[in-house]
């Protein structure tokens, strides 16, 4: 079954007088269960497609499906619809909002996706029990290591049930040893079923996926298949 | 439910970036209160004039010499040619509605003496229907003195209380000029206007006649007022007035030689006194709204605008543009209402200095409301427009912004 469906998928850029074309076609099949990692170099496009598979960003040209719909027809509020539903997103730089807590981080996709209170927080209890952050449920982000708050924007990007998960860099601002155990609970997720797709530069971290794709000056290069 | 949530989002917010909250309330507090405190003070001064032209009393005309036009160019207090005596007094109460007339007589400085203190007071002199008058002679002690009565005086409260070392008593003498007076009455001591005469002397007309010497002849007075019959329309005894004030003088519309104000003559230069004053007070309101305003204004479009990347980081994980406005719009309600509740207190406060200083202030319950509502939709407005604009950005445009 395709999670993720990218078509010919092209993205421009004015810059001042000249366009720069960051991706220049590009063609992507995730499936359930997938765990891909994207490799470039950077000002590959690697993370600018990331984004467009995210619904973060629209593509000039070329089709996005998400669970076999056709995202490049929908509007602002439907789009937030697929964010919200479909799609959890995970940051180079965490982004957590810093006024809340652990718990409150993880639950507040489930409040934009109008889940009751009791409902909300049952979930988020079992997510940050699940990323192995039960005792910091009530810390803010400025209180948790660099690598307890990439575990706190995991479990917000699963509050919802998401299709896929989306990590730009997810080790990018961590030291190797967090960035190891970050990889390691992404994987153990996707062996939980969650399907995967990971932007990195680092080939140690690729290496984990079970395909990597090579992106370079907005294509794709080559698909390698992790042994 | 879910608005629920997202006020209790924006609560936490405001709570836990106290600094910035502060600020930001701060800098509409003194918006609010600038605007507040300053209409205040154009209602207060518009309601102690009309209140004090209240006191003044409505039923009567004032004649005074001179035209209005020489008045005008001369000035209130400048001699004026045509004089007004108490035969032209007497003549006025043959027409009907005139129901009495008062004469005064002014004395700027009389030197009065009081158990070998002496000192300078102002005064004048009426015949004993000027108690009737105005209540800005209102006897507190003893009584007023009678028509028939000579060196007698009524007396204003700093007269008898603060003046001399000692207080005067009614009954007492004092002596006014080189003559004893016997003190009847002690005026009511009272604010705002009427303490303008706690500090001055009335005696009767004769005596104060006396007093001047030469400076007046037999009959002449300064002023005249006519007090109007009840049923009596004041204007029309106001117009009998000036015509047979024309035929004893002897002059026609064109050079009167005398002024005859009646309570809407009076109304109407007052109205004029205060109109310009409720035009200037209510430009330096509008200033105060402007710039206060503006500074609410920029306070939040500046709060809203560096968090453009929170905005960012909402919508990524899956708020509608609609959730992301309705977040900020609360936050920038709740910090107008609190910036507005507060401004209102802090203007409470401000009127309360302003007062002790002897200026008059009113904030009333519309000012009040007006207040709160002005902070509130300034302050939402403020929020709303960069809040749009940012919840309208594609996720990643507004994770970018710096």
Same mark, same amino acid.
């Given at each position: 079954m395709?999670i ?16 720069l074309?960051?991706?220049k ?6 499936k359930?269960g997938?765990?891909?990692s994207?490799m ?15 619904c ?5 040209s ?5 669970d076999s719909?056709?995202?490049?027809? =929908?509007?602002?509020?439907?789009l937030a ?12 730089f ?11 981080n ?15 927080y049952k ?37 919802n049930?998401?299709?896929?998960i989306?990590?730009?860099e997810?080790?990018?601002n961590?030291d190797?040893?967090s ?7 992404? =994987? ?13 530069h ?8 079970r ?5 370079k000056?907005?294509?794709i ?5 992790v042994? | 439910?879910?608005h ?5 989002y924006s ?17 509409i507090v003194?918006?609010?209160?600038a ?5 205040s ?5 518009n309601?102690?004039i ?9 039923n ?8 209005? #036009?020489?008045?005008m ?19 006025? +109460?043959s ?19 009081? +158990? ?8 004048g ?20 003195? #009678? ?6 005086v ?7 209380n603060?003046i001399?070392k +000692?207080? %005067? ?9 080189d003559t ?9 001591k009272?604010?705002?206007?009427a ?6 002397i009335?005696?009767?007309l ?29 204007? +029309? ?20 030689? /005398?002024?005859?104000?009646t309570?809407?003559?009076i109304?109407?230069i ?13 430009? %330096?309101?509008?200033?105060?709204l ?10 939040m479009?500046m ?5 453009? #990347? ?17 977040m900020?719009?609360l ?12 401004g209102?207190v802090?203007a409470? %406060? ?7 200083f002897?200026v008059?202030?009113? %904030? ?5 409301? /007006?207040?709160?509502?002005?902070s509130v ?8 427009f960069p809040?749009?604009?940012?919840s309208q ?10």
């Open positions: 395709e993720v469906k990218v078509e010919n998928i092209k993205k421009k850029y004015l810059m001042g007088e000249y366009e074309e960051v991706l076609g590009i063609d992507l099949t995730v359930k997938d765990a891909i994207i470039g170099p950077s000002g590959s496009g690697k993370s600018t497609l990331l984004q467009i598979m995210g973060l960003d629209k593509p000039t070329g089709k996005l499906y998400i719909i056709d995202t490049s027809t =929908m509007n602002a509020d439907q619809g697929i964010r919200s539903r479909k799609i959890g997103f995970v940051f180079q965490f982004y957590l909002i810093s006024t809340l807590t652990s718990v409150d993880i639950e507040l996709p489930m409040v934009f996706n109008g889940l009751s209170h009791e409902e909300r979930k988020a209890s079992e997510l940050l029990e699940l990323v192995g952050l039960a005792e910091r449920a009530d810390h803010r982000p400025s209180e948790l290591s660099g690598g307890e708050r990439q575990r706190v924007a995991i479990a917000r990007a699963l509050a049930d998401p299709q896929i989306l990590a730009d997810p080790t990018g961590l190797s040893k960035g190891q155990e970050i990889i390691h609970l992404l =994987m153990k997720l996707n062996k939980e079923g969650y399907t995967l797709v990971m932007v990195s680092d080939p140690e971290i690729a290496r984990h996926a395909r990597i794709i090579h992106v000056d907005g294509l290069e080559k698909t390698e298949v042994k | 439910m879910q629920l949530d997202l006020l209790k609560i936490t917010n405001l709570r836990s970036r106290k600094l910035r909250s502060y600020l930001t309330i701060l800098g003194i918006g609010i209160a605007i507040v405190t300053l209409i003070v154009a209602q207060g001064v309601d102690f009309m209140d004090q032209l209240g006191m003044l009393g409505g009567w005309i004032s004649i005074m010499p001179g035209s209005m #036009k020489q008045r160019s001369l000035g209130m207090m400048s001699a004026v040619s045509g004089k007004l005596t108490t035969n032209d007094g007497a003549a006025l +109460k027409i009907p509605g005139v129901e009495d007339v008062m004469y005064e007589l002014q004395i700027m400085r009389i030197p009065i003496q009081y +158990k070998n203190e002496t000192a300078t007071v102002t005064g002199g009426w015949n004993a229907v000027v108690f009737e008058f105005t209540s800005l002679l209102e006897v507190g002690e003893g009584r007023p003195y #009678k028509d028939n009565e000579r060196h007698v009524v007396i204003g409260d700093t007269v008898a603060d001399f +000692k207080k %005067i008593e009614v009954n007492q003498i004092i002596k006014v000029g004893n007076f016997r003190v009847v009455g002690i005026l009511k009272s604010g705002g206007l303490s303008t005469t706690s500090g001055m009335a005696m009767p004769e005596d104060a006649r006396e007093l001047l010497g030469q400076q007046t002849t037999s009959n002449q007075v300064d002023e005249m007022a006519v007090m109007v019959s009840e049923g009596y329309d004041p204007e +029309k005894v106001g117009e009998q007035i000036r015509l047979k004030l024309r035929q004893l003088h002897h002059v026609d519309e064109d050079n009167e030689d /005398f002024t005859v104000m309570p809407e003559s109304s109407s007052v109205g004029t006194i205060t109109g310009t004053l409720e035009l200037f007070l209510s430009g %330096i309101a509008g200033i105060a402007l710039v206060g305003g503006i500074g609410i204004a920029n306070t479009f709060s809203v605008m560096e968090r453009t #990347k929170e905005i960012g980081v909402l919508k990524a994980i899956g708020a509608t543009d609609n959730i992301v406005l309705e900020f719009l936050e920038a309600s709740i910090i107008g209402l609190v910036g507005g509740v507060l209102l802090l409470g %406060i401000a009127t309360l200095v302003l007062n002790y002897g008059p202030t009113n %904030i009333s319950p519309e000012l009040a409301i /007006f207040g709160l509502f002005f939709i300034v302050g939402a407005l403020a929020g709303f809040a749009r604009r940012a950005l594609m996720p990643v445009e507004a994770l970018r912004y710096e």
